[in-house]
């Protein structure tokens, strides 16, 4: 292997890792994703021909660790301590008197830092390369999570090239996730009716704590680094030096510290914080306070549970009071009941709060939550929030506790308790407000993205008995839509067009759209990654399901009884009748055998919808572009094509019919 190539590998890591610190730790991208992309894949290129040159600590490998049984335990170089904390002014100016006292006349100033509310970790690094991760455990001993942590893009595999390259390095901070991650997992936990999560630090702390490290990867996560522990040597007299130095590194540093010369000043920034914290997409629940002179802290010393040199200041919980006004229960796609409180309107966290939910009733039987009772409310992120205490000395008289429904609101069934489960559930399979909700699933952004079929023409549909399920939305025509209320011939025109579209969404949207119990998105796409095909999928038994990875019992019984239902089975033949053709575009094969390349389609297509040879040409690398140029690589011509085909003859761009278009991405068989 010629020196050349080891070069140009060297070259590209060290050029996407100075870019992965541009985007990830600076947040200032010097090039786009699409440049990006061009020499991530060149690298990977070279490493697939190359494997002897495959390192660690390469930029591709972030993900390349496979699923561990447990995670081996790691004594601490030195404890990692807890901080103190404290919950008012006065506590700090206390806190500030002792240091002064014990300090007698030397110089100090404080360095203010937010109190990232994540998860505490600790990072070695041997001679710049990442080498270990621990979690703060009990203080003394972690689990090792390296390969996980390496799945953090914010953390440098390897540090930044430099004058004084430390040959130990210990590194403490803080994984945490973003707000908008933990909303959005969320969001698709509450859809696949699973329990959400509490906070984004427990969130945090699971998705660290995942077998799967490409598990791991999905869930966004970050990191920041707050001090160097006992095994480095010094990076600074300060520590305001060495979080600088830290930076330099290439080591991502929260941009928020600040200095304070007094502690009335650092309480200013207290204050100012409590409010600006909901401009972070991340949470904090307070601020931490340290001495910055590193020498001084040595002879402030520690407690043995928590050093004298730091204090924290914890931010009043953000809660409200309100009223409950009434107590709704809602039906879920598979017939799940939950409590809904309707609150008389409070102002939270910096948004207007009606609703909490009550979660399930033993939830709801546990607090006592009545009609009229005041309560506290609190919110973890954007997600509705929840109910956490009735104030039962407020309660007004003659109120009555809220009685679990023996019938369902909705279609009048009685109601069954899950075995050995929390759930009250419907199990009338005709229940019209289970249909409602599975409907509203069904057309979801996730799954088969139909525009304009909104909540309100759900109930309609419903209602009019003109879908009784999922195939009839591809029967409707636009006299049926025109006898609904408000609908005029245009809005009619987009939801048959909407419908139209959504029949080439990749198999594992429609098998996410099912709703199939247990089955969310990221199983769907496991799902459909294995199995490539529906027919394949449908013929599976209950052993086959459970052979794939990463689907348990539970989903694979699930997925088995599904099948077998006449009734279901019913509703996914029509709908395949009704010319849904859910292919996979093969991601297994990492096919990227159009990268690079640039497509632009006209005329009319047999095979494909616009929607379906733009997803397929992604699916393989390629870009679709609008209009022919230059830059154009391929235009494929179905029948009377326009003006496109003429430039593209004009400019010399390789034409290909939708046969050629075929034969040269290599497209996988159709079911
Ligand atoms: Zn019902």
Redesign the pocket.
Known sequence: MSNRIRKRVETLRLTIRQHDHLYYVQNTPEISDPAYDRLFAELKDLETEHPELVSENSPTQRVAGSPSRTFESVTHSSPMLSVDNTYSDDELRAFDDRVAKQLGDSDYDYVVELKIDGLAICLRYAAGDLSLAVTRGDGQTGDDVTANVRTIRSVPLTLLPGKKMPQELEIRGEIYMPKSTFDELNRLRQEAEESLLANPRTAAAGSLKLLDPGVTASRNLAFFAYATGPLSAALGQTHWDTLARLRALGVPVNPHVQRAATIEEAIALCDAWNVRRRELDYQIDGMVIKVNQLSLRDQLGSTGRAPRWCIAYKFPAEQAETIVESIDVQ?GKS?ILTPVANLTPVQLAGTTVKRASLHNFDELQRLDVRCHDRVVIEKAGEIIPKVIRVKHAERPAQTTAFAIPQV??????A?QRDKDGVYIR???PQ????LKERLRYFVGRDQMDIENLGAALIDQLVDTALVCDFSDLYTLDKAQLLSLERMAEKSVANILDAIERSKTRPLSRFIAALGIRHIGGQSAQILANHFGGLNILMAASSAEFEAVDQIGPTMGESLAAYFCDPQSRGVVERLLAAGLNPAEPAPSRQDRSLAGKTFVVTGTLEKYTREGIKEAIQASGGKVAGSVSRKTDYLVVGKNPGSKHAKALELGVEVLSEKDFEEKCNMPAEL
């Open positions: 039906v017939g369902c609101p909705s279609c009048g069934q109601t419907c199990v009338n229940c019209p407000a289970q």
